[in-house]
């Protein structure tokens, strides 16, 4: 079936240092895949996607590139900030007229002054 | 523009009740859908909505169904309520169709059944 998996958190890392979230899928076909975050108490928010191989999504410093040969789609950060503090979630969508996104479980990330 | 909105923000229910969730979606757009978050886990889609028709369902039972307005608003009904249903009830919309991918969530209702 259509899934994805994420790294398991919390991931903890102090102010400026390099952040890497990994997130590998297995899909029929040729998904888009994405990255929400969600910050306490406020609902999913698009930070980036990508929707066909090679392409490299990036929004607030955060970058992503979708590789189909290795079926994932990493978050990276060179430098992390204690307001990039929230959930992330690797989530992919396959072609088609509906909504339906498939999600990880979520990578909370805790960025410590 | 206003964004996603829902309401109730927190509700309690206890086992074998009914709930009614309710969404207005962001300005522009004709396509609701609603999603299920288990404490510890990512959404899951319970379905979609376009144009008053439901036009996609996830792996959820037939007691849970839901509306779409004419000004596209939406509401979520669980009935026969389970404990397992606790949960962040999501709504998001958009202006539909494949080429236009990027949903915007409301903040959700935090359900929980006791």
């Known amino acids: 079936g259509n899934s994805v998996t994420q790294m398991e958190g919390p991931v903890t890392l102090s102010e400026e240092a390099f952040l890497t979230i990994n997130c590998t899928y297995t899909?029929?076909?040729?998904?888009?895949l994405f990255w929400y975050v969600q910050y306490p108490g406020e609902g999913l928010q698009l930070l980036l996607k990508?929707?066909?191989?090679?392409d490299k999504g990036s929004n607030k410093g955060f970058e992503a590139t979708y590789r189909k040969e290795t079926t994932s789609f990493h978050l990276e950060k060179g430098s992390v900030q204690v307001s990039d503090s929230a959930v992330y979630f690797c989530?992919?969508?396959?072609?088609?007229?509906?909504?339906?996104?498939?999600f990880g479980t979520g990578t909370l990330l805790a960025v410590q002054p | 523009e206003t964004g996603v909105t829902q309401s109730p923000t927190h509700l309690i229910k206890t086992r074998g009740q009914q709930v009614t969730l309710r969404c207005s979606s962001q300005s522009g757009h004709n396509t609701v859908s609603w999603y299920q978050q288990a404490l510890g886990q990512g959404p899951q889609f319970i379905f979609q909505?376009?144009?008053?028709?439901?036009?996609g369902r996830g792996n959820f039972p037939p007691r849970f169904s839901g509306l779409q307005f004419p000004n596209y608003s939406s509401e979520l009904n669980v009935n026969a309520l389970e404990l397992d249903d606790s949960a962040l009830y999501l709504c998001?919309?958009?202006?539909?169709?494949?080429?236009?991918?990027?949903?915007?969530f409301g903040s959700g209702t935090q359900l929980s059944v006791l």
């Open positions: 989530a992919l969508k396959l072609r088609g007229a509906t909504n339906k996104l498939i």
């Open positions: 998001a919309s958009n202006k539909g169709g494949e080429t236009n991918e990027k949903l915007f």
């Open positions: 990508a929707t066909k191989a090679d």
């Open positions: 899909a029929t076909g040729y998904p888009s």
């Open positions: 909505y376009y144009r008053e028709e439901e036009n």
